[in-house]
């Protein structure tokens, strides 16, 4: 198992297009955590799925962000009508009920 | 809500050097406490954590123990490398928070030989 692995590593867009991000977390690990990093700061949880189920959404995740796990392995975050605001390094990390969170090395968004 | 105030950076020592970063926490509960470390160009890895008050998590050299008393994780290593050049970043989790990671801002460490 080579790790959680994200795609693309680095996004650029126009405002206004939508962007799809994928996680594919280690293969046994059932909980799935998105989060976004803007510089100098650290990471802002978004959103956690549990298999397939997304049981806990930050308020940063506005309207225009959703994400799925439809089949409890891989995730995808889509953010529709892109702003330069959401410009930022996302993180996708998973874990299993007896291990820490490993994290990706993130998709870097550009929004032009 | 639960948060994490770490010490600002950056932080520039010699090799050789005895490192502090500080982390303080506000949190209900008992959260669990991390450091995660963020080579240059690498994902964010767990470098140590502690679960309960009064253990001390180590690793790599590093080391930080839970102070309940002072909500405090500080993390030290008593001899920095020019290898331990990274973003440092204090983090809790908390049973009442989906058991998500509550990250400080980071503290940017660089080693000079």
């Known amino acids: 198992d080579t790790g959680v692995s994200q795609n693309p590593r680095h996004k650029i867009t126009k405002r206004g297009q939508n962007v799809t991000f994928r996680c594919d977390p280690i293969?046994?690990?059932?909980?799935l955590y998105w989060y976004r990093q803007t510089l100098g700061q650290g990471p802002e949880f978004l959103t956690y799925?549990?298999?397939?189920?997304?049981?806990?959404k930050s308020r940063l995740l506005s309207d225009r962000f959703s994400a799925e796990r439809p089949k409890g392995s891989f995730s995808t975050l889509e953010i529709q009508r892109t702003e330069q605001g959401d410009s930022a390094m996302y993180l996708c990390?998973?874990?299993?009920?007896?291990?820490?969170?490993?994290f990706g090395q993130g998709t870097r968004l550009t929004v032009v | 809500g639960d948060s994490v105030t770490q010490m600002e950076g950056p932080v520039t020592l010699s090799e050789e050097a005895f490192l502090t970063i500080n982390c303080t926490y506000t949190?209900?509960?008992?959260?669990?406490l991390f450091w995660y470390v963020q080579y240059p160009g690498e994902g964010l890895q767990l470098l140590l954590k502690?679960?309960?008050?009064?253990d001390k998590g180590s690793n790599k050299g590093f080391e930080a123990t839970y102070r309940k008393e002072t909500t405090s994780f500080h993390l030290e290593k008593g001899s920095v490398q020019v290898s331990d050049s990274a973003v440092y970043f204090c983090?809790?989790?908390?049973?009442?928070?989906?058991?998500?990671?509550?990250f400080g801002k980071g503290t940017s460490l660089l080693v000079t030989p």
């Open positions: 502690a679960t309960k008050a009064d």
């Open positions: 293969s046994e690990h059932n909980r």
């Open positions: 799925f549990q298999n397939e189920a997304q049981l806990e």
């Open positions: 990390a998973s874990r299993a009920a007896s291990t820490e969170a490993f």
């Open positions: 983090a809790l989790r908390n049973s009442n928070s989906g058991y998500a990671l509550n």
């Open positions: 949190a209900t509960g008992y959260p669990s």
